[in-house]
């Protein structure tokens, strides 16, 4: 349930004309009241005798009782009140007691303080009222509004659970704007998936990720297909944009803009330009080793530079300055966006998925310092300019160790969220957290499956030497990891940099102690990715020749095997992998 006080006004009948009127698009069916002050105002949806001005007189009568001097300048308070989509449809009875109840916590009409404002409730959809009330109470005394619309949220809260309605998390007034019952039933009537709105915000959202001026921002949204407006001040500065759909056109056929602001707060021309502000735009040099990969190999480059950053990001978020921690989110935002669209078809929905989730995530009242996010937003550059992945080979194991890694970020950011009471962000990164657990499972089958077939194909010394090593690496965590469907991927692993003339040992402790492992459902597919990427080991290993076969045998074939996959933790901090 989700109430929202709009502006003050001066007009009575002008709100109540649109409150009975047909809408701006025809959305208005049916309006009447649901409740009023007094339980007997007249009704102008209902009574054919009652009228617009009757209830407009009665309205702000006790405002034409004081002095012209006492009267407050905007003296029309009003209230709309709207239920989440997949809520039931409440009656009007209950709408009734929705709007007593909400007078009451604003300020306007409490029987328990006697003498209070006028009101009515008018309802004219199924999914929401508004209240119109005049802010003169009975008595002549004005109402104490201060703080009506924490009151009005603490007593929504209330109602749903007494309704069975879907329970919200506090907002705290950093979230993107909702559609408007309007936008919903536009989108209805053009048989659109989403409003314009939704669209707008997705597509810019998607043209800003990774870019460095407003040339290449601008540049991207044309590519996109959108009408671009340009607020410029007398001095020619750019100041703002807005954004159209082609074909998203008002009553008079003209396109329907929107200022990026309205899209989402983050999203305005000025919080845009915050992102590249710490980029080293001003020297060659940075900027030549920062230029972003093209052609073969670029896709899975890209991919591992981003496992490298968000990895980084990991200790920033749970260790760092909050505004520094908030940069960091805020980044990731990007890099889902990058791997969304340059992901293979089997990861791509549950990627954009994930993105759209982490949304809502990216932002809350801890301003972020940008500049520090720096690796995080060039990998999101690096994904864009890298190219569309292969869903196999090195791209897609590549694309199983960058989401692995960002599963930590993410479910990291969770928990920095909540700590800090940001109950939205908190659960919206939990919901990016769920899809790419999704993802990680498509994208981790293949690769995983190929070192599974691998290490069951080393030889019996070889495996015993391997669990002789793990033993003595990892000693509190080696019985549960031998026990792991995920062992012989990670022997696999082991053997390959041993290989490649690393120390396996020491390479096992250090990416092991870099962050606890006690509470991963499946730490070897944990070790696995670390390991692959510090070491700078192919990822995808279905190429590679097997290290010691085991002797007068060919290689298994046809074996089928089980992976791992990202899964909930179960206590601590450290993201957790379920077995699939």
Same mark, same amino acid.
């Given at each position: 349930?989700?109430?929202? !006080?709009?502006?003050?006004?001066?007009?009575? !009948?002008? %709100?109540?004309?649109?409150?009975?009127?047909?809408?701006?698009?025809?959305?208005?069916?049916?309006?009447?009241?649901?409740?009023?002050?007094?339980?007997?105002?007249?009704?102008?949806?209902?009574?054919?005798?009652?009228?617009?001005?009757?209830?407009?007189?009665?309205?702000?009568?006790?405002?034409?009782?004081?002095?012209? &001097?006492?009267?407050?300048?905007?003296?029309?308070?009003?209230?709309?009140?709207?239920?989440?989509?997949?809520?039931?449809?409440?009656?009007?009875?209950?709408?009734?007691?929705?709007?007593?109840?909400?007078?009451?916590?604003?300020? !306007?009409?409490?029987?328990?303080?006697?003498?209070?404002?006028?009101?009515?409730?008018?309802?004219?959809?199924?999914?929401?009222?508004?209240?119109?009330?005049?802010?003169?109470?009975?008595?002549?005394?004005?109402?104490?509004?201060?703080?009506?619309?924490?009151?009005?949220?603490?007593?929504?809260?209330?109602?749903?659970?007494?309704?069975?309605?879907?329970?919200?998390?506090?907002?705290?007034?950093?979230?993107?704007?909702?559609?408007?019952?309007?936008?919903?039933?536009?989108?209805?009537?053009?048989?659109?998936?989403?409003?314009?709105?939704?669209? %707008?915000?997705?597509?810019?959202?998607?043209?800003?990720?990774?870019?460095?001026?407003?040339?290449?921002?601008?540049?991207?949204?044309?590519?996109?297909?959108?009408?671009?407006?340009?607020?410029?001040? *007398?001095?020619?500065?750019?100041?703002?944009?807005?954004?159209?759909?082609?074909?998203?056109?008002?009553?008079?056929?003209?396109?329907?803009?929107? *200022?990026?602001?309205?899209?989402?707060?983050?999203?305005?021309?000025?919080?845009? #330009?915050?992102?590249?502000?710490?980029?080293?735009?001003?020297?060659?040099?940075?900027?030549?080793?920062?230029?972003?990969?093209?052609?073969?190999?670029? *896709?899975?480059?890209?991919?591992?530079?981003?496992?490298?950053?968000?990895?980084?990001?990991?200790?920033?978020?749970?260790?760092?300055?909050?505004?520094?921690?908030?940069?960091?989110?805020?980044?990731?935002?990007?890099?889902?966006?990058?791997?969304?669209?340059?992901?293979?078809?089997? +990861?791509?929905?549950?990627?954009?998925?994930?993105?759209?989730?982490?949304?809502?995530?990216?932002?809350?009242?801890?301003?972020?310092?940008?500049?520090?996010?720096?690796?995080?937003?060039?990998?999101?550059?690096?994904?864009?300019?890298?190219?569309?992945? %292969?869903? /196999?080979?090195?791209?897609? &194991?590549?694309?199983?160790?960058?989401?692995?890694?960002?599963?930590?970020?993410?479910?990291? &950011?969770?928990?920095?969220?909540?700590?800090?009471?940001?109950?939205?962000?908190?659960?919206?990164?939990?919901?990016?957290?769920?899809?790419?657990?999704?993802?990680?499972?498509?994208?981790?089958?293949?690769?995983?499956?190929?070192?599974?077939?691998?290490? /069951?194909?080393?030889?019996?010394?070889?495996?015993?030497?391997?669990?002789?090593?793990?033993?003595?690496?990892?000693?509190?965590?080696?019985?549960?990891?031998?026990?792991?469907?995920?062992?012989?991927?990670?022997?696999? =692993?082991?053997?390959? @940099?041993?290989?490649?003339?690393?120390?396996?040992?020491?390479?096992?402790?250090?990416? @092991?102690?870099?962050?606890?492992?006690?509470? @991963?459902?499946?730490?070897?597919?944990?070790?696995?990715?670390?390991?692959? #990427?510090?070491?700078?080991?192919?990822?995808?290993?279905?190429?590679?020749?097997?290290?010691?076969?085991?002797?007068?045998?060919?290689?298994?074939?046809? +074996? =089928?095997?089980?992976?791992? @996959?990202?899964?909930?933790?179960?206590?601590?901090?450290?993201?957790?992998?379920?077995?699939?």
């Amino acid at each position: 349930m989700i109430p929202r !006080i709009q502006k003050r006004g001066q007009r009575t !009948i002008g %709100l109540l004309s649109y409150l009975y009127g047909p809408g701006k698009l025809e959305e208005h069916t049916d309006p009447h009241l649901v409740a009023s002050w007094d339980g007997n105002a007249p009704d102008p949806g209902r009574d054919p005798s009652a009228t617009l001005k009757q209830l407009q007189q009665l309205l702000d009568q006790p405002v034409e009782n004081v002095e012209q &001097a006492d009267q407050p300048k905007k003296h029309v308070w009003h209230l709309s009140v709207r239920n989440a989509e997949e809520d039931r449809i409440l009656s009007d009875e209950e709408w009734g007691e929705v709007a007593r109840r909400m007078v009451a916590a604003a300020g !306007i009409d409490d029987p328990e303080e006697g003498a209070g404002c006028r009101w009515a409730a008018v309802r004219h959809a199924d999914d929401h009222i508004h209240i119109i009330a005049t802010l003169v109470r009975e008595d002549g005394f004005k109402p104490d509004l201060d703080h009506d619309a924490v009151r009005v949220q603490a007593q929504a809260r209330t109602l749903e659970a007494e309704l069975g309605l879907r329970r919200l998390n506090k907002g705290d007034g950093t979230g993107a704007k909702r559609p408007t019952s309007a936008e919903r039933h536009k989108a209805e009537r053009q048989g659109r998936e989403r409003t314009a709105r939704e669209e %707008l915000r997705e597509t810019v959202r998607r043209a800003v990720t990774g870019a460095r001026s407003d040339e290449e921002f601008f540049d991207r949204l044309a590519a996109a297909g959108l009408l671009i407006r340009k607020r410029a001040a *007398p001095s020619g500065d750019l100041l703002g944009y807005k954004v159209a759909l082609p074909d998203d056109l008002n009553k008079d056929g003209e396109p329907v803009f929107y *200022p990026g602001a309205r899209l989402a707060p983050d999203l305005s021309l000025p919080r845009i #330009r915050e992102r590249w502000s710490g980029d080293a735009q001003d020297n060659p040099a940075a900027r030549q080793q920062q230029a972003p990969r093209t052609g073969p190999g670029a *896709p899975a480059s890209a991919r591992r530079s981003t496992a490298s950053a968000a990895w980084q990001a990991v200790l920033v978020v749970e260790h760092g300055d909050d505004a520094i921690a908030a940069a960091h989110i805020a980044a990731v935002g990007e890099v889902l966006d990058a791997l969304a669209k340059t992901s293979a078809a089997h +990861t791509r929905r549950e990627l954009r998925d994930a993105a759209t989730a982490f949304e809502r995530a990216s932002r809350s009242h801890v301003r972020a310092v940008r500049g520090h996010d720096r690796a995080l937003r060039q990998a999101a550059r690096d994904l864009v300019h890298g190219g569309p992945a %292969l869903g /196999r080979g090195e791209d897609g &194991a590549t694309t199983a160790m960058a989401i692995d890694m960002l599963f930590f970020l993410i479910t990291a &950011a969770a928990h920095w969220h909540a700590r800090k009471g940001h109950a939205q962000q908190a659960e919206a990164a939990a919901r990016a957290a769920e899809h790419l657990r999704t993802a990680y499972q498509a994208a981790a089958a293949q690769p995983l499956g190929a070192l599974h077939q691998r290490g /069951r194909r080393l030889s019996r010394p070889m495996l015993q030497r391997q669990t002789v090593l793990l033993r003595e690496a990892l000693p509190e965590l080696a019985e549960q990891i031998l026990a792991e469907p995920g062992w012989y991927a990670l022997a696999a =692993t082991i053997a390959d @940099a041993e290989a490649a003339g690393h120390d396996p040992a020491a390479l096992l402790s250090d990416v @092991a102690e870099r962050r606890e492992l006690g509470t @991963a459902n499946s730490v070897s597919d944990v070790l696995v990715w670390r390991m692959r #990427r510090t070491a700078d080991l192919p990822a995808d290993a279905s190429h590679l020749p097997d290290h010691s076969p085991v002797a007068g045998q060919s290689p298994t074939r046809g +074996t =089928t095997t089980r992976t791992s @996959a990202p899964g909930r933790r179960r206590s601590g901090e450290e993201a957790s992998h379920k077995t699939r």
